[in-house]
Each structure stands twice: as structure tokens, then as C-alpha cells.
């Protein structure tokens, strides 16, 4: 696999990583549909039911939760959401929460002062212009303060249903690996995702995908020998390491 380039976008109040992959070196192929296949039959034998890690109720706590997961670990994300959402789990308690007290329970996540700007806005827009409820559509979502066409995937897959694949740095990172779905940047592996994966699969795909990362094949030292896949897999660079 060729090196991933990651670079550091700056925007106000932080800044992000821009992951891209170098151009595919000659004679690269494309991984075949029955491989696939096989890959997401395994990681659905292993995880029949694949969930996010982030702690939630309703679509309104899985939004705020995401936001606040930018450039954050669930775990951080989950601390600190188990307090706020005991004392607003709504658009209407949580805007009159202010700046001040918002803060209060999310300080101990990266950005948190930007990301509590973006959730009061966020709540005022849902109370204007969605009656206090989450868009089930991309382009509401995306006009969210703090949403992004990430953020917008994973409500639209985990919160209501819909075959949408969000990619993180995990799922960038396998997908180049492996030769799953590979791409120069976010959106295109995210597009050859959506054409590749069997559509069977597609609903879960996003967290087999991040699970997968996260536990097993890591970035530094990836886990072959506990691998479920290992023998599909077209990375050539690989370890005993379980």
C-alpha cells in the first residue's frame, strides 16, 4: 500500500486532518466482488449487530455525540455526555443550557469551546426550522453548524436506517490497505464504498468497518494473526502479531 499522506487543514477554533492517498502505482488492481463479499459475510459472522460506540437515546443525543467526537475518543465522548444529557437531552433544554453551562460538561473534550458554539446554533436552527427534531435529509444536516458530510452519514445510517457509509480515518486506512475500496481522499474511497459494497451489507459496513480498525487492524501494527479476514486481504505487509 502506498503511504498515506495526512496534512493539517486549520479552521476557527482548531484543526483537522486532510487524509489523502498518493496515486495508485502501476498495475494495481481492483479487489473482486466474490472477495468482498466473503469479507463482509466474515465481519458480520463475527459482529452480527455492529453498533456505534457512542452512548445514545434518541437521534437528537446520537447528533450532539458526533459532533462532540471530532478529534475525540467515544470514551471521552461518553464521559461527558452522560452528565450533560442527564441535565438536557433536547434541543430546547440544551439551548437554554447557554454557552457558559454547556461548556461545563463538555471542557474536557478537544475543541470544546467551538463545538459548544456550534451546538447552541445547531439546537436554535432544529427549534426554528425542524420543530425541535433532527432532518432525516443530507442537505438539513449539512446546513447544521458543526455537521459535515461525515457527521450527516453516520445520523443518516445509525439514527434512521439509511445505507449511508461514513469514513473516518479507520476506514480510509482499510479500505487503502486492503484494497477494499481505495482512493486519493475521504470522499473517494466514501464514493467507491457506496459502489462497491454488496448492498446486503452496506447498512452495517460503516461500523465493521470502524470496529475492524479500531480493534484489529490498526494503523502502527496491525493485528493479521487475530484477523477474521486475513486470508482475503490484499495487504502485503503483513504480521503474526495477535
Known amino acids: 500500500m502506498p503511504n ?36 463482509f459475510e466474515r465481519l458480520k459472522e463475527a459482529t452480527p449487530k455492529p453498533e456505534t460506540e ?60 467551538t463545538k459548544a458554539e456550534n451546538i447552541l446554533k445547531t439546537c436554535q436552527i432544529l427549534i426554528d426550522e425542524h ?15 458543526g455537521v ?13 436506517g439509511q445505507p449511508t457509509i461514513a469514513v473516518d480515518t479507520h476506514i480510509f486506512r482499510i479500505s487503502n490497505r486492503i484494497n477494499l475500496a481505495p482512493g486519493k481522499n475521504v470522499r473517494e474511497v466514501e464514493d467507491r464504498l457506496i459502489r462497491v459494497v454488496p448492498n446486503d451489507y452496506k447498512q452495517g459496513a460503516h461500523h465493521w468497518l470502524i470496529l475492524h480498525g479500531r480493534y484489529v487492524c490498526v494503523a502502527r501494527k496491525p493485528r493479521c494473526g ?11 505487509d503483513k504480521t503474526e502479531y495477535e
Open 131 to 145: 420543530s425541535g427534531l433532527v432532518p432525516k435529509d443530507r442537505p438539513s444536516l449539512e446546513a447544521l453548524p
Open 226 to 236: 487475530a484477523c477474521v479476514i486475513e486470508d482475503l486481504c490484499e495487504f502485503k
Open 54 to 113: 457512542l452512548r445514545y437515546q434518541t437521534p437528537f443525543e446520537l447528533l450532539i455525540a458526533v459532533i462532540l467526537s471530532a478529534q475525540a475518543t467515544d470514551v471521552s465522548v461518553n464521559l461527558a455526555t452522560k452528565k450533560l444529557f442527564a441535565a438536557a437531552n433536547n434541543p430546547e433544554a440544551v439551548h437554554h443550557l447557554g454557552i457558559r453551562r454547556l461548556k461545563s460538561f463538555i471542557k474536557s473534550i478537544g475543541l470544546f469551546n
Open 148 to 160: 459535515g458530510r461525515k457527521t450527516a452519514n453516520v445520523i443518516l445510517n445509525t439514527a434512521f
Open 4 to 39: 498515506v499522506r495526512v496534512t493539517r487543514d486549520h479552521v476557527a477554533g482548531g484543526s483537522y486532518d486532510r487524509i489523502s492517498q498518493p496515486d495508485k502505482p502501476h498495475g494495481w488492481r481492483d479487489m473482486n466482488k466474490a472477495k468482498r463479499i466473503a469479507i
